[in-house]
């Protein structure tokens, strides 16, 4: 049985590290954003930005001052055995995060939403966020996001159904068009990771686009061929656009574009469309089923699709 202490620790662990250190896939997309950028004031701003996030996990202080919303992602095996159970999973990681606010790891942004109240802890109603998968074994993976609010507020989270009579490009026009509204005066803090969502109902589209925009690593590709087409089309597509770092011009608009799908109803193909900041934050752990634990350079969420 994994206990309840260790499960704490790791929690807390991962809260930490998505606060404070950018992974190492999004390092390597500053890096190479850097080497090929042409324009002298966006490569200078992703410099600043890129030393600025080094010092952050050099000092264990938060790489951006929107620490976002606090969200949970966990695949959890069948066999697995937690002390407690998934209720004492869900208190510990609400426990975790008003610790993290406490210790300063975490802003206290998260308010009522009519009321303005302030806890003072980032714990509400539905907040943190808990998603879930569940899946062979007796292990337990968990990856903390830290979603900011500039990319989801400002028009970072957008939804269409498109007809099936306009396909393709009818799926490429809404996510160019979104992508272009979005991205003004630099709202969604770019270049981005972009992640897209394809078919299923609104909900479903929106839950697939921001999973492929937070939990896939920059550089991956979706397996289908089909769908490795439409990220590498709409990669080269956003780029040309140059919209470049916080939307003041550049080589790059995006640093990366992945694209997650679901069947969906011959009445139409809902869209959605999410994005991640630069300072893109996440941070992942797998539990195993003898209490031995492990940090994880990537959350795997969609291997086994």
């Known amino acids: ?6 499960y704490e620790d790791a929690l807390f662990d991962i809260v930490v590290r998505g606060a404070t250190q950018v992974p190492k896939d999004v390092l390597a997309a500053f890096e190479a954003t850097i080497a090929r950028e042409t324009h002298r004031s966006a490569r200078e701003g992703l410099e600043r930005t890129y030393e ?4 952050s996990a050099k000092t264990g202080r938060p790489a951006c001052p929107d620490t976002g919303w606090p969200m949970f992602y966990f695949k959890v095996g069948n066999q697995a055995a937690l002390e407690g159970g998934l209720t004492a999973l869900e208190e ?8 993290a606010t406490r210790e300063g790891f975490l802003r206290a942004t998260m308010k009522h939403p009519l009321t303005g109240f302030d806890p003072g802890n980032n714990v509400g109603m539905n907040i943190p966020y808990f998603t879930y998968r569940f899946v062979p074994g007796d292990s337990v993976e968990m990856t903390y996001v830290a979603k900011g609010g500039g990319s989801e507020c400002f028009g970072g989270t957008r939804h269409r159904v498109v007809a099936f009579a306009d396909g393709l490009n009818g799926i490429y026009k809404f996510v160019v068009d979104a992508f272009v509204a979005a991205s003004r005066a630099g709202a969604v803090c770019p270049p981005s990771l972009l992640g897209i969502g394809i078919g299923g109902t609104a909900n479903v589209a ?6 492929a925009a937070c939990l896939r690593t920059a550089g991956s590709r979706h397996p289908e061929p089909e769908f490795r087409d439409i ?3 709409l990669l080269r597509a956003l780029n040309m656009l140059k919209v470049g770092a916080m939307g003041a011009g550049g080589d790059t608009s995006v640093f990366a574009v992945n694209v997650e799908y679901a069947y969906t109803h011959i009445a139409g193909i809902a869209v959605a469309t999410s994005t991640n900041c630069m300072v893109a934050r996440r941070a992942s752990a797998r539990i195993r089923g003898d209490g031995a634990v492990e940090a994880m350079t990537s959350p795997g969420w969609f291997e086994g699709r």
């Not at 049985?1 to 260790?6: A, D, G, H, L, S």
């Not at 510990?92 to 610790?99: C, D, I, L, Q, S």
């Open 52 to 55: 600025s996030i080094l010092l």
């Open 206 to 211: 929106a839950n697939l686009a921001k999973e």
């Open 92 to 99: 510990a990681a609400r426990g975790t995060v008003k610790r």
């Open 231 to 233: 990220e590498e089309k």
């Open 1 to 6: 049985m994994i206990q309840k202490k260790v």
